[in-house]
């Protein structure tokens, strides 16, 4: 039943206490179109029942002030920035209606790529798109919807199509994306289209309360004061001027092909997440620690080779295995412009003690899996160290004479086997025996952590024994 | 729980869902990817958003929008990204909504590189924003800590209804090592101011204009008496062998660990000196230098841009004792050697003759 | 006092209007019409000349201003004390 009593809808506070000065009047200027917005949708918000739940999104422009006026909840955001909040909003809060009330400038120009891709995206929000062709709070310049010919305050001579280009027209934009559920353009000229945007925006916000997805009116709107015509003139100018431009109507409408979409959260208990973070693996087994010959003790160790070597998953061979063992670790792959030139290399701490840097000059253990590696590297390593190279594929032998040195055939070894990738478990197989910095079960037992493909790792396990085996023959 | 070799970035991640954050708005960038990429996998994991934004300034606006409903939010990015952000960490102090934001910091000026630099000291700490505001800021300088901080900038951020940063560098992300994680936080803290689409938040307004110029005074007022306490309350800082030194090195983030080493060589060499890590950036641990200056003989700040944190360390001085400076730049990260040599310097130059 | 409408009436909120003058131009009957006095922040507010409302809401519509005007339809309770 039609009511009887057309009043200040109660969408709006009965005083508007956040307004300084006179709580009882808008800001806008006499014969503006936000208020007949204003009054559509506070209307609607109380006629739909969704007063409770609906936020209102207050941008830059002449509705910062939006907030004033809503007995909703209200949020006040940056310029253009209003639909990436509202996806935001409307995810965390999916029984929220939130509206996005944007103008021209905001929502066109600094924000045009927000409204692309949240309509794209499809959000649960409903946008009220005030096109009045003029930034008006900031002093009537220049909008993407500026008609050709206008003049503003930064167009004095006219909207140029040569140097501003033609005037955009947002919705039908938005409606060659397959995202939007609803998309309309109205008018606020006089009866007749005041009746037709009231319905299209309670077709949007309606649509956003089946979760249908994503719905905006842009509404044209009368700025006498930017546009400098009477508000009794106003509708002739929006007539002559902007509806040959800015066609009126629905330009997208699929709310009946669209399946409605609530989004819903589940609460894990604690175990749960703790599972799902992959933190739920039993306690682990420490191993003791068995160093065999001193002077192998809390090595830093560089591994160097041409990427695809495993020369990082090596180095995460170690790592964890330390870790297991109850050491210090820590491993850093090169990083940065070191990997320029095909040469990738990680570093690996092992140590009783906390470790500071994790990288150091001059490394106690290199292990060298290509010829550019060992030359490169050899300088570096700490006298008294260990240098172990792959000698199947380097042919050249180290120069230094005051380290320990290691040829590890590890690539034929690994052709042996039947996979040549497996060099580098080899090597570190050959490193563990040889020095006793960890027991080779801890590397055994750790290797899943390391190796990525889960069918390699029983080989993977072959190629370490092998390695141990070759050190017992050092 | 268990202890996992992780990388920091991964880290970072697993604490903020332990912490009990809701959502992760991102976007790509070389060195913090990894954040990203681990987001991407647990938050739907366990029934949380995750959303790759449009572009770094949506997803921090995102990341406003769910910080105003009352979610623990993050997002995460680099240098170039990082900048593109600070128009939307200006609305979230000015409106005092609790985020946490974290800088993987790689090489700049401009597109730079992607090495590990310390070059946005600057726009972090000081605030890269328009406008008078400061964020919380936390560098760790180990995957532990991109765990443990990550989960106090949460309770920080909420506490003081304030964004918070986690600062650290390409090395710090890009590193594995051991992570005990903690058990999962239970109830948050209470949030009545938030927006939540329901009849008892209805009232509830997040703003951040004041037009008058009184009201927003006040309001700046209020910002500024806030950030006074918490420089009050929230001071971190390590000293090692630091209060004994004549020489006391101070440095952040990897840095930091390097300077350990020369600290823990110099010592077996004889000589006096120590480290001072901030680990929080803002507020900076400014008493602890002035104290520092009853027993040292000088500072020598160690930094991977050409001097941002050492203005602080000079501030805090206060001309009292020399303020040394080394750095490397362009994603060089200093050695340990190059740095025990400038000790050697300084201290060699601080006998009398 | 409220009594109960046979003919509908429109109310302008002297007030709250800002004379833009958008309720005349709406009005199907033509009759509203700007005041030649003024209101306290020196608009001409928009008045019911007092008889010929249909209740028909095109003034209410056009009204930018929330608390401008009222239409009572026929049929609506009326405050009496607001009339005039």
Known sequence: MAKLILEKPKGFCDSYERKPGDHGTTHYCPGCGHGNIHKLLAEAVEDLGIQDRTIIISPVGCSVFVYYYFATGNIQVAHGRAPAVATALKRANPHAIVVSYQGDGDLAAIGGNNILQAANRGEHITVIFVNNAIYGMTGGQLAPTSLLGMKTATTPYGRDLLNEGPPMKVVELLSSLDGPTYLERQAIMGNKYIARARKALRNALQCQIDGKGFSMVEILSACPSGWKVDPTDSYAWMEKNMLPHFQLGVTKDVRAEREPFFRTFKTLSAAEIVEQLDLAVPEPKHFPSKLQKTGYGDPSIKLAGFGGQGILSAGAMLANAGMEQGLQTSWIPSYGPEMRGGTAYCFVNLSERPIGSPTVSHPDVLMAFNRPSLEKFEPDVKPGGLLMYDSTIIDVKPKRGDIEILAVPATQMADDLGNTRMANTIMVGVYVAHTGIMSPAAIEQTLPLAIKRKNLVDANKKALRAGVDFAATL | ?353 | ?84
């Open chain 3, 1 to 84: 006092m409220s009594r109960i409408l046979e003919e509908a009436i429109t109310v302008v909120s002297a007030e709250h209007c800002k004379g833009c003058g958008l309720c005349v131009q709406a009005c199907p009957q033509a009759v509203l019409a700007l005041m030649s006095s003024f209101n306290s922040k020196g608009y001409h507010p928009a008045h019911y000349v007092g008889e010929g409302c249909t209740g028909c809401g095109m003034c209410f519509y056009a009204c930018p201003e929330p608390a401008a005007i009222t239409v009572y339809k026929k049929g609506a309770e009326y405050p009496d004390q607001e009339g005039r």
């Open chain 2, 1 to 353: 729980m268990a202890k996992e070799f992780i990388k920091g970035n991964e880290a970072i991640v697993k604490a903020a869902l332990l912490a009990g954050c809701r959502s992760y708005y991102g976007y790509p960038i070389t060195p913090a990817s990894e954040i990203a990429h681990a987001a991407a996998k647990y938050f739907p994991r366990v029934s949380r958003t995750f959303l790759q934004a449009e572009s770094e300034i949506a997803s921090i606006q995102m990341v406003y929008g769910a910080s105003a409903s009352g979610e623990r939010t993050m997002t995460a990015s680099s240098g170039p990204g990082i900048s593109l952000k600070q128009e939307g960490l200006s609305y979230l102090a000015g409106s005092e909504l609790p985020c946490v934001v974290v800088n993987i910091m790689r090489g700049g000026p401009g597109l730079g590189n992607i090495s590990p630099a310390q070059g946005d000291y600057n726009q972090i700490v000081k605030g890269g924003g328009h406008g008078d505001y400061k964020v919380i800021v936390l560098a760790p300088n180990g995957a532990q800590e991109m765990c443990d901080l990550t989960m106090l900038a949460f309770d920080l951020a909420d506490k003081w209804r304030n964004p918070v940063i986690l600062l650290a560098d390409g090395f710090i992300g890009q590193m594995m090592e051991p992570v005990e994680f903690p058990a999962p936080v239970g109830d948050l803290p209470a949030k009545p101011w938030a927006l939540t689409g329901e009849k008892i938040s209805r009232n509830n307004l997040i703003n951040s204009i004041y037009l008058d110029n009184d009201e927003l005074e006040a309001h700046v007022g209020h910002l500024a008496e806030k950030y006074a306490r918490i420089t009050e309350a929230e001071v971190r800082f390590e000293a090692y062998h630091a209060d004994d030194a004549e020489l006391v090195l101070v440095g952040y983030g990897i840095v930091s660990r390097i300077i350990r080493t020369v600290v823990d060589q110099a010592r077996e060499a004889g000589l006096k000196v120590g480290l001072l890590r901030p680990i929080t950036l803002f507020p900076f641990p400014t008493r602890k230098i002035g104290e520092l200056c009853e027993s040292a003989a000088g500072f020598l700040a160690v930094e991977m841009s050409t001097g941002q944190m050492v203005d602080d360390v000079r501030l805090a001085v206060n001309g009292r004792l020399p303020v040394h400076f080394f750095s490397r730049t362009g994603g060089n990260v200093p050695t340990v050697e190059e740095i025990f040599d400038v000790v050697r310097q300084h201290l060699s130059a601080a006998q009398p003759v």
